[in-house]
């Protein structure tokens, strides 16, 4: 009898160390990670702004680097040079544009001209009218993506023409004049 005693807790050793490698119960999978995918085409329909007649539809397309932007613009003066710039804000609603905010800066740099130094992503080369007041538009965004919700995302955000050419240097926004026409940058694949 004696030997069974001894045997008893050498044999519950065993059974618990059998209860402690059965199957785990299998851990609930983790829900998948949305992310907004990013554009590949946009638009902007410029309205008039400030009591102007300029207009126009820009097409906007993802690219290596950035986003290409084309398209036309009109009723401007003939051969007049005119600020045109990112806003941060997607909203043409009030009568003069003020409503498109200040120029998209999401790195909080000084104003300037693209492709030389430090600018607003929103710092777009002058347009240039012809003798019949359009301006044909056809340019290389850097740095900006369209789409998918990053801090350079433009989708959202409105095209602003100015009444006067950007000078490039004065702050905050190149001393470019009145809003003349306003757009919201629309998604539409």
């Known amino acids: ?20 490698s059965a199957p785990k119960k299998p851990q609930p999978t983790p829900p998948p990670v949305v992310t907004t995918p990013v554009a590949q085409l946009a638009e902007a329909n410029l309205a008039p702004a400030s ?6 539809r820009l097409v906007l397309k993802t690219e290596s680097g950035g986003v290409h932007l084309t398209g036309l613009v009109g009723g401007l003066q003939p051969m007049q040079q005119a600020g045109f710039h990112i806003h941060e804000r997607g909203d043409c609603s009030a009568v003069d544009a003020s409503s498109a905010g200040n120029h998209f800066n999401p790195a909080g740099v000084a104003h300037g ?20 007041g359009r301006a044909n538009i056809d340019v290389h965004l850097k740095g900006v993506t369209l789409g998918g919700g990053a801090a350079t995302d433009i989708a959202g955000r409105a095209l602003v023409v100015h009444a006067r050419a950007d000078d490039y240097r004065s702050q905050p926004a190149g001393n470019a004049g009145v809003r003349i026409a306003c757009g919201v940058i629309r998604v539409t694949r």
């Open 1 to 20: 009898m004696r030997l069974s005693f001894a045997l008893l807790p050498l044999s519950a050793a065993v059974l618990l160390s059998a209860c402690g």
């Open 51 to 56: 009591a102007s007649i300029v207009s126009g």
């Open 113 to 132: 001209r693209a492709g030389s130094g430090k600018h607003h992503l929103g710092d777009i080369d002058n347009l240039q009218a012809d003798a019949q």
